[in-house]
């Protein structure tokens, strides 16, 4: 479906966690790092396409999430000549996009990268909000750059002051009560999350993350 323009409607996610940290995931068996996007369908308002794909790529349901903001208008990039099918170069020329600013309301464990047969990441991770735009691939940089500054207003406030004292509450009883042997704290990975120590490794030399026509567009 595209506008007289021939830019594709499609919606981008930036969610958030407590921390306003981002979700950023990284497309299967590519060393590519982004943000969850995809087109919107026929008959589908931009709300419905962003729970749409929220779903599709990273597990979530309405219930697991607040939206906090979304961008006023339609955000363009165009694409390559090179990352366009033969058959729809004249008439396709990229996409033009809604951001959504959301925030999880469940947990960590909620996000399931496996939730269709056919999964857009195949890991992820929480990065602070102002995400590296040199591992976003070149064409889209600028959409992330605006997406990013607009919604910025809208990040949630975080309450350090409450922090703080839950802080000296918890360290306080952890003094008084320290943990005996075998009970000390554990952290495991969610359903779906594999742990990538250094995401951004080998991206420059990596086909996939800028030449390989079959993940563009998108």
């Known amino acids: ?7 594709r409607p499609n919606v981008g996610i ?4 407590q921390r306003n940290q981002v ?3 990284k497309r299967i068996r590519t060393h590519s790092w982004q943000f969850p996007q995809g087109g919107i369908d026929r008959g589908e308002s931009p709300e419905q396409a962003m729970f749409r794909e929220l779903h599709e790529e990273v597990g979530l349901h309405p219930e697991h999430v607040r939206i906090v903001a979304r961008t006023r208008d339609w955000l363009r990039y165009e694409v390559p000549d090179r990352f366009i099918r033969r058959d729809a170069r004249g008439h396709y020329k990229g996409q033009k996009q809604i951001w959504y600013l959301l925030q999880l309301t469940g947990h960590d464990w909620d996000l399931n990268l496996r939730a269709t ?3 857009e990441f195949d890991a992820w991770r929480w990065h602070d909000y102002w995400v590296p735009l040199d591992v976003v691939v070149e064409f889209k940089r600028g959409v992330y750059e605006m997406a990013l500054t607009e919604l910025a207003r809208y990040l949630p406030r ?9 802080s000296n509450v918890r360290a306080r009883e952890f003094e008084r009560h320290p943990p005996g042997p075998g009970h000390e704290p554990t952290f495991e990975l969610p359903p779906g999350a594999s ?3 250094n995401p951004n490794a080998n991206l420059a030399n990596d086909p996939a993350s800028t030449n390989d026509p079959s993940h563009f567009p998108r």
């Open 14 to 17: 930036i969610l958030l966690n």
């Open 195 to 197: 742990f990538d120590p």
């Open 158 to 166: 975080q309450d350090f002051r409450n922090r703080f004292l839950r």
């Open 1 to 7: 479906m595209l506008d007289r323009d021939g830019f």
């Open 23 to 25: 979700f950023w995931g």
């Open 117 to 119: 047969d056919h999964p």
